[in-house]
């Protein structure tokens, strides 16, 4: 005897109807103007959320439990504009400021995935302490090529022995010769098995922040083997464990001057959590997406689930946090591009924002009900991908150490 399924295909794949659902809910929460209303951005987010709809939405499901997505991705990420934006045209980028890096990361984030979103974005915290602090030969060797999307880029930095101590890397280089030789291991490298180059944080020194440099490592030196994990969300994007044995590296391969290294990742910190805070963003926007959608259109005791106050309060408690994430993140924004970074600003505003995430993605799948748990349902996804900010890129209370230091507690 066969059954009629109790899902429709096109619900499950919940992917695949994505597209219908735009213009979506949450873009009524921020409407109005702010400094990322100008025309000119506008049809930026159009074109990345329409590469994210189109090149990504559909595929989803699919490449999340093939573990990984195609190659050719990075080419047409790189020709829609996604890989180079924010980059200097001088070394391949396509140009514009940190808003248009932050558009990249919402709209990926929002109506593409989590692990295709993180592997095509590795290269924002890899390459920038390498333009920062590189010389001419090194950066128009490796940034042209990674802003094409011809070649991979990483950022190993955290260690088996803890992620959150930064000035006590153990990975150490010894200077031989024209080389330095590399022992130790790295955990958790975004990126990590694909990546042609690896931007590696190595203590060349004494103890603390000041013994450490960055060396630009290229797969397939002798003596770096990469060994993939698997994680509880973002699955797409490839995850790994490299260990350096007596690996050789040239000494021109060198970023900046040694002793450089903590220097150089700090640079690059509140650009990171920022994006960080534009990526959870997206994800909230999604959670209330899916979870208005459902709610309008599930019945209850005979009438829509969004027709209960209480279904219409949770929702507009998750807009309400969207909308003071959003709007902290466009005024953050704009003081980062004029200069007026504040680190524990950003602390926080990344803390609230991953917050803000959790608790969409955990009320999406309570409105969700039991067909919120079934694979390959959206606010599955979106739910299983919450935590992972909260950790990675500083974990909530290293950053909430950060500002109270800052101010002054
Ligand atoms: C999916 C994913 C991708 C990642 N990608 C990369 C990457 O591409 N490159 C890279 O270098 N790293 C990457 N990381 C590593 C990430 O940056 C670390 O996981 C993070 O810094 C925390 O380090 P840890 O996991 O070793 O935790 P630990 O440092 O061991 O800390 C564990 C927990 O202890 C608590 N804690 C730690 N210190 C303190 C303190 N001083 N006070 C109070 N509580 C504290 C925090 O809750 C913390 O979460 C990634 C991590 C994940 C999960």
Redesign the pocket.
Known sequence: MSYLPLIPNSYAESDRTLPESIPSSADRITAGESPFATSELASFRERMREFARTCIAPYATEWDEAGTFPLDLYRQAAHAGVIGAGFDPAYGGTGGDIRHTLIVKEELARFGSGGVR?GLT?HS??LPPLLALGNETLKRRIAPAVLRGEKLM?????????????AGIQTHAVEDGDHFVVNGR???????IRADYYTL?VRTGGPGKAGLSLLLVERGTPGFLQHPLK?M??WS?D?AELVFDNCRVPRSNLIGEEGQGFVGLMKNFNQERLGNTAIVLGASKACYDEAVHWARNRLVFGEALIGKQVTRHKLVDMATQIQAVDTQLSLLAWRFSRGQADAAQIAMTKNIATETYERCANEAVQIHGGHGVLRHNRVDRLFRES??L?????????L??LAARQLGL
């Open positions: 993180v590795t915290i890899a990483a950022l190993a930095v955290s260690e088996p022995s803890g992620g959150s101590d930064v790295k955990l958790f490298i975004s990126t990590g944080a994680k969300g973002w994007s995850t935590k992972m909260s950790i990675g890129g500083g974990a909530a209370e290293i909430k150490d």
